[in-house]
């Protein structure tokens, strides 16, 4: 069975600070993951997804991700955070006859000034 | 293209009543899904369906059933409101292979169960 580990319920940055946010992957086969963004009140949109092709995955809102398969990780970055970038995010892996998504726990993201 | 809808946006039920969440798409996609969303717990599969006529249950089906009749359609139905079913209900859809598997999520409808 797959299952996604987000370390981290809280992540605080300052405004232009990198963002890092990890997401750790258990998967008997090639996963599909992916990065979805939640503003309060909203429903999810997604950020970026991985899918065999290549490791470096670049999404909106200059986020990127990189798929690494040795450390099982697929860590959710930005150079330079945003006061817009607060909201919470969550990694998600795909499986199963209709791809459905093995969501993780989600990282909640405040930016400071 | 309004994309995933769902209705309605917010609900107090009454322990052991029931009531239905609605959910449409209008982009033709195959795979329909619903999850619901608890503080500190991400997303769970409650019922998927990979077209019409053709549902089944994900990793929290209890106290819930579902129906695929037409592509666009996936009702949630709750038969017997517990406090337990206190959620964030998210409806999805998405195509799958060659598509890249993603999943379209609509707004959200927050139920209380009193």
């Known amino acids: 069975a797959q299952s996604v580990t987000q370390l981290g319920s809280h992540v605080s940055v300052s405004e232009g600070a990198l963002v890092l946010l990890r997401c750790n992957y258990s998967?008997?086969?090639?996963?599909?993951l992916f990065w979805y963004v939640q503003y309060p009140n909203q429903g999810l949109q997604l950020l970026l997804k991985?899918?065999?092709?290549?490791?470096l995955v670049k999404g909106i809102n200059g986020f990127e991700a990189e798929f690494k398969k040795s450390e099982t990780s697929f860590h959710l970055t930005k150079p330079s955070a945003h006061m817009s970038d607060a909201a919470e995010y969550f990694c998600a892996v795909s499986s199963g006859s209709a791809r459905q998504l093995t969501f993780g726990s989600g990282t909640q993201l405040t930016v400071l000034p | 293209n309004a994309g995933v809808t769902q209705t309605p946006k917010f609900r107090i039920l009454k322990i052991g009543q029931s009531m239905t969440l609605q959910c449409a798409q209008d982009m033709n996609h195959n795979y329909m899904y619903w999850y619901r969303q608890d503080p500190g717990m991400g997303l769970k599969l409650i019922y998927y369906?990979?077209?019409?006529?053709?549902?089944d249950k994900g990793e929290v089906p209890n106290g819930y059933n579902v129906s695929r009749s037409t592509t666009e359609d996936f009702p949630l139905r709750l038969e017997l409101a517990a406090p337990s079913q206190t959620s964030v209900y998210f409806c999805a859809s998405g195509q799958g292979s060659p598509h890249g598997y993603e999943q379209y999520f609509g707004p959200g409808t927050r139920l209380t169960v009193t």
């Open positions: 369906s990979v077209g019409a006529g053709i549902t």
């Open positions: 991985y899918t065999s092709a290549a490791t």
């Open positions: 998967s008997s086969v090639p996963p599909y």
